[in-house]
């Protein structure tokens, strides 16, 4: 399955990355942990989130499941395992 979008921590905080684009969505932890719940659960995306990819990405996420749109990235280099 491919995603549209990657949600990964990315230094102190966590950006949002649509894969082709160069624009990405910086996103507090607290709200990468709602986004990655809405993942995890199969919940639509929250609107706070589907406005900020409307801006960005011109992508409308209305409604849209999150466990088939959004990969999130665990926290972490990656492990020699996930290098293969």
Do not use: Y
């Not at 990657?6 to 949002?16: D, E, G, L």
């Not at 986004?35 to 929250?46: M, N, R, S």
């Amino acid at each position: 399955m491919l995603h549209e979008l990657i949600a990964s921590p990315f230094k102190a905080t966590h950006v949002v990355l649509r894969p082709g684009n160069p624009k990405a969505i910086k996103i507090p932890g607290t709200k990468f942990a709602e986004l990655k719940t809405a993942v995890e659960v199969g919940d639509t995306i929250p609107t706070r989130f589907v406005d900020a990819a409307t801006r960005s990405w011109n992508l409308d996420l209305t409604d849209r499941s999150g466990h088939r749109t959004v990969l999130p990235c665990p926290a972490g280099p990656p492990t020699p395992q996930e290098f293969r």
